[in-house]
C-alpha cells in the first residue's frame, strides 16, 4: 500500500487531452522484488544498532535487495543540522526522520534506522505515520554495563563526569519496547548472528518477496 | 561520490575486535546501474513539472532505472507540513527538499523534483549541496499565458481575482534559470516528447549507466 494519496495528472495540453499514467507505488514494489518496510533500531549509546543495521545492509545487498540506513552521519548534519537537544527539537528530529522514512518506503525501500530513540511515545509517533506492517521495531537490547563498558565514542565517560547531560541511561530515561517486532541480544549473540537473525525474520515475515 | 562521510563502524565487542564494512555509495550505484542525480524541475505553475516528471519516471522504469519524485503530494503534506509560506519557511521548505534529495541520491536513487521553486537563489542553494554533477536543473519553460490558460488547478483565476497573494507569475516573480542543464518548451512539444528528449539527454550524459 502506498502511504500516498496521488493526484492524477490529467489536463489538456495544446489543445491535446493527454492521461499520464504516474509510477505507482505497486510498480516499484515489482521492480525491486521486496516489500517495503521501516526497520527502526532502538538501544541505548553503544547498544551496536548502526553496526547491526550496516551488517543487515550488507546481506540484503548480497540478496539483491534494495535498503537505505538513516542514522546521525546522514541526518544530523543534513536534514536535521538546525535542531538541537531540546524536548520540542528532540521531537522534531523523529517526525522529520520518521518522514523521511516514509518518502523512502513509498519509493519502494527497506529502510533502516538507526537513533537511541528511548522513548515510547516519539516511537509510537512514527509507527502511527506508516501503514500497518509497514514499520518493525528492531530493540537492539544490551545492558547498560555492556554499553558503557564498550564506550566506542567515549561518551559514557563525558558523561559520568557531567560534561554530557540528560545521557540516556545516565541521567535520562531508555524506554525499552515492550513488544518489539524484532530483539536481539548483542550480549549473547555476535553482530553478524544478530543480524543473519534480523534478515531470517524479515525472510519469515515476507518482506524479501514483492508479493507478500 | 557519496555525498555522505561515513564512520567506520569497528569496535570490540564480547573482547572480539570486529570490522564491518559499510555498503558503499558505490556499491549502490552498481547495484541500480545508474548514476545518482537530483532533476530539480522548475516552472510556473502549471508549466508542466509534475506531468513531465512523471513521465520520465515512467520512462525510466521500462528502462529499468531507479528513481522517485518529491513534489507537493508527498513534501507538503508530511515533512513540511509544519510550515507556511512566509519568506523563511519556504527557504526552509526548499532546505529540507535539497537534504531529503541528497539523502535519495546518496541511496542510489534518480531523484526528480517537480516544485515551482521561483527564486535564484533557492536552486542555488540545493545546487551547493551536492556534489558537481549530482544536480541538473531541468527548465520547464512555459510562456504565462499558456499556463494561465491551461490553469488545471483554477490557482491562476484565484489569484487574479485576488484570492492568493505573492502568486508566482502574477504578482511574485519567477527567476527564470540561466543556464539550465536541461531546457524543455511546452508550448513547442507534447509532454511524451519533453519527457523523451529529458531522457535521452541523461542518457548522452551518462547518467543510465552506472560507470560514469
Redesign the interface.
Known amino acids: 500500500m502506498s502511504p500516498?494519496?496521488?493526484?492524477q495528472?490529467d489536463?489538456?495540453?495544446?489543445d491535446?487531452v493527454?492521461h499520464?499514467?504516474?509510477?505507482t507505488h505497486q510498480?516499484r514494489v515489482k521492480?525491486?522484488g521486496q516489500t517495503p518496510v521501516v526497520l527502526w533500531f532502538t538501544g541505548l549509546s553503544g547498544s551496536?544498532k548502526?553496526?547491526i543495521a550496516?551488517?543487515v545492509?550488507?546481506l540484503l545487498?548480497a540478496k539483491?535487495k534494495?535498503?537505505?540506513?538513516?542514522d546521525g552521519?546522514?541526518?544530523r548534519h543534513?536534514?536535521n543540522k538546525?535542531l538541537g537537544f531540546s524536548d520540542a527539537d528532540r521531537v522534531?528530529n523523529i517526525r522529520?526522520i520518521g518522514?523521511?522514512a516514509?518518502?523512502?518506503v513509498?519509493?519502494?525501500?527497506i529502510v533502516l534506522t538507526a537513533f537511541i530513540s528511548p522513548f515510547i511515545v516519539d516511537r509510537q509517533q512514527v509507527r502511527d505515520?506508516l501503514a500497518p506492517g509497514q514499520f518493525l521495531e528492531v530493540f537492539v537490547d544490551t545492558p547498560l554495563d555492556v554499553c558503557e563498558a564498550?564506550d566506542?565514542k567515549g561518551l559514557y565517560k563525558k558523561a559520568r563526569a557531567g560534561e554530557i547531560a540528560h545521557f540516556t541511561g545516565i541521567d535520562s530515561a531508555y524506554e525499552a519496547p515492550s513488544k518489539p517486532e524484532i530483539h536481539v541480544k548483542?550480549?549473547q549473540a555476535?553482530?553478524?548472528e544478530c543480524a543473519v537473525q534480523i534478515v531470517a525474520q524479515l525472510e519469515a515475515l515476507g518482506y524479501l518477496r514483492g508479493d507478500k
Do not use: C, M
Not at 499520464?20 to 509510477?23: C, P
Not at 513509498?106 to 525501500?109: I, K, L, R
Open positions: 500516498y494519496e496521488r493526484k495528472h489536463g489538456v495540453v495544446n491535446v493527454w499520464h499514467a504516474t509510477v510498480d521492480q525491486k551496536g548502526s553496526t550496516n551488517a545492509e550488507s545487498l539483491g534494495h535498503s537505505y540506513l538513516l552521519d546522514n541526518v543534513g536534514l538546525d522534531e522529520r518522514e523521511v516514509k518518502l523512502f513509498d519509493s519502494g525501500s505515520l564498550r566506542p548483542t550480549a555476535s553482530i553478524d
